[in-house]
């Protein structure tokens, strides 16, 4: 009978930090991209990004989102230690970053949002994982629908790249709770 090896022999399994991390680490060079590419374009055009006052509901609503998945992450950390400690403050700063850039997008029209948690997870971060993963998912959603009604291109990139992370983010946590790189990847 053959076998084949699926995986190169110099090919080690690999450790949750470095899957995380390499999921992670494109996710804030994505997250970043925006901020660079509107001040290139800005320049270019010889004036700050065009808004459209149409947008505001939904990127206060996108903001709403951001801030309380910030609240959510905040309380995720609190029990776990090293290397999940680590890649969980990743997660959560980006989505500081997040609030951060909408919060400055809108600027004067931006309005408070909850500091409420959507949930309260605790425990190990395999534990926590497939919780955090299907509010990754829902996130991902809520700014996919709301990019729907967005006008202005500058917001709508923004949403975008938003988006882009979190689909990573959901992947990241899936492969963690123990779902198959093929079914974490479709989720």
Avoid: W
Avoid at 25 to 46: H, K, N, W, Y
Avoid at 56 to 76: G, I, P, Q
Avoid at 115 to 129: C, F, H, K
């Amino acid at each position: 009978m053959d076998t084949h090896q699926v995986e190169s022999p110099d090919m080690s399994m690999t450790t949750r930090r470095r899957l995380i991390a390499s999921l992670l680490t494109g996710g804030a060079i994505v997250a970043a991209a925006p901020l660079f590419a509107g001040r290139a374009s800005a320049a270019e055009a010889g004036g700050p990004p065009q808004r459209d006052a149409a947008d505001n509901d939904a990127l206060n609503a996108s903001l709403e989102r951001e801030s309380r998945m910030v609240a959510t992450y905040r309380k995720a950390i609190g029990g776990l230690t090293e290397n999940d400690l680590i890649a969980m403050t990743l997660i959560l700063d980006h989505h500081v970053a997040y609030a951060q850039a909408l919060t400055g997008y809108l600027a004067v029209d931006v309005k408070t949002p909850s500091s409420a948690p959507l949930a309260s997870p605790g425990g190990s971060l395999a534990s926590i994982a497939r919780q955090l993963a299907a509010l990754e998912d829902q996130t991902a959603t809520i700014h996919t629908d709301n990019l729907a009604t967005i006008k202005g291109i500058d917001a709508a990139m923004l949403l975008a790249s938003i988006v882009t992370v979190e689909a990573r983010h959901s992947a990241a946590l899936e492969l963690v709770a123990g779902a198959s790189p093929i079914a974490a990847v479709g989720n």
